[in-house]
């Protein structure tokens, strides 16, 4: 049987207890901010560690230290109590709503139902409740089938349903149960967005974390962003099949709690100074400290080395303390001590007398032997390791005429290069990487300039039909790429990454069927942008698409891709927005 809640006079009243976490979906992608969490994350199993060597110097002669950190918080979990809220207004009518309910079982299968449960409720003018909190996968997805489009759309009382949901079940939640609530909008709030956001600040104001989506192009995206805890708490999805992939990717992440960064503070003795420009990677000279600062946890840990000139004679320690602070993408962060070592510093050794000479019997002449040769030991390492530096891409975007042609599956074939470009901005490595999208028809957009919002991006892959015109200019789609990466005016509006450095890579992934008015202004343009190092990737779209166009975008044929745009750019990104290696 199914509640509707009408008006706020029907709320349950506000019993705080428990931390809580809401999250509003508007489909668009996440990174970690602080959330309500139940204790430390003390889970994680770490290692600091201390070398100096030599042990023993003499006086005058450096020491070199070398600090190393391994953390792994892979285990850091916690339960959750989940309210899932669905835009149900008629914008979400037509497949929309057969995708909004595959989502659910996705969603449950992102978590570990043992440990959490999760609560259903729809809304359009008023909010129905098809399922309280529950652990019963197969009854929340039975619950699923009531979905139904209806006419209106009225966030606030979808907000006021999400709270009320959460409260009802925190006398029976767990101690470290965090309370998360999930509104998936797809259409505009009809009435005041101040009000939205007044009962949004309600909801943080009970200690639950807002997250939200954006279900394609029809959500105001800057208002949930505006009521988000944070911006790194709204998610954006523009292709409706994408949706399941989507809150199974959330469901999977609320519950961990992930290392994200770290700063590593070692203070020096005063009669041992630092020799400059021996500390690798560089610290940061702070009164008397070096400090190193990881705005993005290394996988494998961090090892630091650097040198100290001793100034004085005796056994002394080569820090007068240091300390690993680990931070969390929620909670309190976490610090470790850096063990101390000793070092002896003596004496240089006095000069003593040259030994007085004596004849010595020379040895008896004998046949020179023919030289042999010698083998050295020799190590090569030619393993392919991921990348790991930030890097800019461009998506160029065809959205001439000819896209809007049926490809196999009977889809436009922008539809398919929307969900291919939809699950490369998924892989990259935000906010290390960044991203921009072009279009292009019979003229050039740049439509989104380089950020590392992976909400906004998907934001402006779900509206992107709206940019289909007459004509193919690939040439000013390159234009448009260009200015992206280089040009000051079209550059990253926020503070650059720890990243960032002139020799930054940057690629572009043409996405098109090769089609040009223009096709020797566009190969001219492609080589243009090769020689200022920028990879140009091309995938082919079309029955068949200009393959010689392409390749010479590209100039090489291992970054031309044919085929079904999805698998296509799955190889891309693969290679480059995961970490794959190149020539």
């Known amino acids: 049987m199914r509640t509707v809640l009408l008006d706020a006079a029907r709320r349950t009243s506000a019993v705080a207890v428990l931390p809580a976490i809401a ?3 508007a489909l668009a992608s996440a990174t970690g ?86 609560a259903l409720l729809s809304y359009h003018r008023n909010v129905e ?20 489009p209806r006419p209106g759309s009225n966030m606030i009382m979808a907000l006021r349903g999400l709270r009320a949901a959460l409260q009802r079940g925190r006398d029976t939640a767990l101690p470290e149960t965090a309370q998360v609530a999930v509104l998936l909008v797809g259409s505009p709030h009809e009435g005041d ?23 394609g192009g029809g959500a105001d995206l800057a208002l949930l962003e505006r009521i988000a805890s944070s911006p790194e708490h709204v998610h954006a999805e523009g292709t409706s099949a994408l949706y399941p992939d989507l809150l199974g990717h959330i469901a999977g992440t609320l519950g961990v709690i992930r290392l994200i960064g770290a700063e590593v503070r070692d203070r020096l003795p005063p009669d041992m100074p630092l020799v400059w420009g021996s500390d690798v990677p560089p610290g940061r000279p702070v009164n008397d400290a070096l400090v190193w600062r990881y705005a993005v946890w290394p996988p494998g840990g961090a090892a630091i080395t650097f040198e100290l000139l001793p100034e ?34 003596v004496p ?10 004596t004849a010595t019997v020379g ?47 009977g889809e436009p074939r922008l539809t398919a290069a929307v969900l291919a470009a939809s699950r490369f901005v998924d892989a990259l490595v935000l906010p290390v990487d960044r991203a921009a999208i ?21 934001f402006v892959l779900g509206g992107l039909f709206q940019f289909h015109g007459v004509g193919s200019r690939l040439d000013l789609g390159l234009a448009a790429a260009e200015d992206a990466l280089f040009d000051p005016a079209h550059g990253y509006p926020g503070p650059q990454p720890q990243t960032d450095d002139p020799q930054r890579p940057r690629t572009v992934v043409v996405i098109s069927d090769g089609i040009s008015a223009e096709r020797e202004a566009a190969l001219a343009l492609a080589a243009a942008l090769r020689l200022r190092s920028v990879a140009v990737w091309a995938v082919g779209i079309g029955d068949p698409p200009d393959e010689a166009v392409l390749r010479g975008l590209a100039g090489d044929p291992a970054r031309y891709a044919r085929g079904e745009p999805e698998e296509a750019l799955q190889a891309v990104f693969e290679l480059i927005a995961r970490g794959g290696c190149r020539e």
Not at 195 to 210: M, N, T, Y
Not at 348 to 357: D, E, I, L
């Open 23 to 25: 999250v509003v979906v």
């Open 33 to 118: 901010v602080a959330v309500p969490v139940a204790g430390s994350p003390s889970a994680c199993q770490v290692e600091v560690g201390r070398a100096a060597s030599p042990a023993t110097a003499v006086l005058g002669q450096t020491i070199r230290v070398t600090i190393t950190v391994r953390a792994d918080c892979a285990s850091l979990t916690q339960p959750l109590d989940v309210a899932l809220g669905y835009d149900t207004s008629l914008a979400m009518g037509g497949s929309r709503i057969g995708d909004m309910k595959r989502s659910v079982p996705a969603f449950a299968d992102g978590l570990d139902m043992s440990r959490s449960r999760v």
């Open 129 to 148: 409740f098809h399922a309280e909190l529950t652990n019963d996968r197969a009854a929340l997805v039975a619950a699923a089938e009531g979905l139904f």
């Open 193 to 215: 967005a101040a009000d939205v956001e007044a009962e949004a600040q309600r909801l943080k104001d009970d200690g639950i974390l807002l997250v939200t989506v954006a279900l």
């Open 312 to 345: 004085s004679l005796g056994r002394q320690p080569v820090s007068r303390g240091g300390v690993v602070e680990l931070r969390f993408d929620r909670g309190p962060s976490e610090t470790h001590p850096i063990p101390d070592q000793l070092v002896d510093i």
């Open 348 to 357: 240089v050794p006095s000069a003593t007398a040259p030994p007085t000479a």
């Open 363 to 409: 040895p008896s002449p004998t046949a020179t032997q023919a030289p042999r040769p010698v083998y050295l030991p020799a190590a090569f390492d030619r393993a392919c390791s991921p990348r790991r530096k930030g890097e800019d891409f461009v998506l160029v975007m065809d959205t001439s005429s000819s896209m809007l042609s049926r490809g196999p599956s």
């Open 438 to 458: 072009v279009t292009f028809g019979g003229e050039a957009r740049l439509v989104q300039r380089l950020t590392a919002n992976r909400a906004a991006l998907q």
